[in-house]
């Protein structure tokens, strides 16, 4: 157990909790979440002990027409404090920007200006320079920064290590290991914190976790993740997320024995709005289409069309992928 | 990784799958599964290269009306043999016994005159000695066997290491770590695993897995034994089986690398008849009062209560167990 860090009953003060139900979460239903469910979710997860609430994307309004997506898309430092005022609390609020789909330079403003606390960086291998940029733009601005490395299962051992030295060297606060296509089993998470330690480890950075379900492995990567040094992690209420979804902040909260955090009050607002949401129609959460684009580390784009097309013809779908993945 | 037995590409030969759907799944429906269900399963079994399927309990009729359950409650002769003539493939067959709940010494005949290969010996930690008697009466009749000790996560390790030496000093071939409550995180499957394999490799015997779905951590469970060195892995269709459920058989199956396996008769089955069955609204599977349970390590009846009542008031049901447990 030498390697673990922590044990099963004790606390780990390193420990940051990140909500991104409404980030995620926001992929399944074009961001369109009413205000009712923003603010719940804001009081819940101060109630719950959540360490951050991300509340969105900041993406480029000259990419994407926000008239086809709720404003989380977005997330307008006027919308945000149309729900947190000041956010006079100890939970902190973050937001992600993609590589190449965000005007950082203009959207993203002082911090000093600003009631976001964090910007979360997302890249894949072959923007990390242009991911560094806007690592330094946030981090001269006076926010917390992550960069969260998308697609890892599909970068060679190679690329992966210059890319996290690369990272490491900026000022980046938080390397995020992402299993965007939940294709990792614990053994290879177990492996590739690991990795990602011994960099955080040498240029003082921290650890952050984010799965996804597709093998209903989401909690149990995150917490191998978390056994093996990483400290910040993502999940969402109920797992809603992209596809089969994410790690529930349910199970984590139920983990975690941090006396600050309580699941009573995610569980409340489950039972008002989450079901709520499922009844309307609104799907996400594991399938067996989902596992197949996880066990082929492949997008689960085409696995969400199969679910929307109300197919069930399981086998056929499968030759497909192969044929795909040829 | 010098601690795991074989690697994520490798075929392990000692690795042996057990299908437990109409066994644990009949806890949801009564064991009422008509006889296309379990037909089309054997057959979808028998394609996917599974090792053991289990029909079902043999349970006393002097204490359960056979008017008030299917068939496979009992698991006559003439009712294994009416679905699989005498078997005539590689596939064995078994059944479960729970310790003083059935009359094995009338309704268990020799296994030359049975189309049953092994009997399953589901036993708690205080009738160890009444399931040692099972065991060698089973044995003696030709049968291979395996001990189930159940709800070793409310055991102490003094009484687990006794009970394990008096079973291994018995003629049983498999004895099984079950995680009845779904408690376990896979950290602590880790630890036991290697226990019962301590005394697996003493008294050289073989060691299963039985997982259940409270914290959506059946799967990674069940694959973090295996790789500890347990062999027997059980599983069911889509998960079927009390409450949350067990090990998802299309999951294992897509893990596994033995070339023997393929899911993809598993998930034409799922498209035939576990889809039609959760439409008549046959029920199981994570929910929130089962992670709740699972989380306080007790029984699931009052979540299967809560979730039959279709109560949605997560917070008092948690206030509720706690209440229980003190």
Not at 47 to 54: L, P, Q
Not at 166 to 182: E, H, K, T
Not at 264 to 272: R, W
Request: glycine fraction near 6%; aromatic fraction near 10%.
């Amino acid at each position: 157990m030498s390697d673990r860090h922590g044990s099963l009953i004790s606390v780990r003060p390193d420990v940051k909790v990140v909500d991104c139900t409404l980030r995620d979460g926001g992929l399944v239903n074009n961001f369109r979440f009413t205000d009712a469910f923003v603010r719940d979710l804001y009081l819940a997860n101060i109630k719950a002990g959540v360490d951050y609430m991300e509340f969105g994307y900041k993406a480029s309004k000259e990419i994407f027409n926000p008239d086809n997506f709720g404003k989380w898309k977005f997330c307008n430092e006027e919308d945000i404090r149309a729900i947190v005022g000041d956010n006079n609390t100890d939970m902190k609020i973050s937001v992600m920007a993609d590589v190449g789909r965000t005007d950082f330079k203009k959207d993203i403003i002082d911090r000093k200006d600003s009631v976001i606390d964090m910007i979360r960086i997302a890249t894949y291998i072959n923007t990390i320079p242009a991911a560094i940029e806007m690592i330094e733009d946030a981090h001269e601005k006076g926010y917390e920064t992550t960069v969260n490395i998308m697609a890892v299962s599909k970068v060679n051992d190679a690329d992966l290590q210059a890319g996290l030295e690369m990272l490491a060297q900026s000022n980046v606060d938080v390397i995020y290991l992402v299993d965007s296509f939940g294709a990792f089993y614990p053994e290879q998470v177990e492996r590739l914190t690991n990795r990602y330690m011994q960099i955080a480890q040498k240029y003082n950075k921290t650890i952050g976790i984010h799965a996804h379900n597709n093998q209903q492995l989401a909690f149990a990567n995150t917490i191998e993740a978390l056994s093996r040094g990483a400290s910040y992690l993502d999940a969402t209420v109920s797992g809603m997320g992209r596809g089969a979804g994410n790690c529930y902040m349910e199970l984590l909260l139920s983990f975690l024995r941090n006396p600050k955090y309580n699941k009573v009050a995610i569980m409340s607002f489950v039972e008002k709005h989450i079901l709520p949401l499922k009844e309307e129609g609104v799907v996400w959460g594991f399938d067996i289409p989902y596992m197949l684009t996880g066990t082929l580390n492949a997008h689960p784009s085409t696995a969400i069309q199969f679910i929307k097309e109300k197919r069930k013809d399981y086998a056929m779908f499968y030759q497909e992928l192969i044929d795909d993945a040829l």
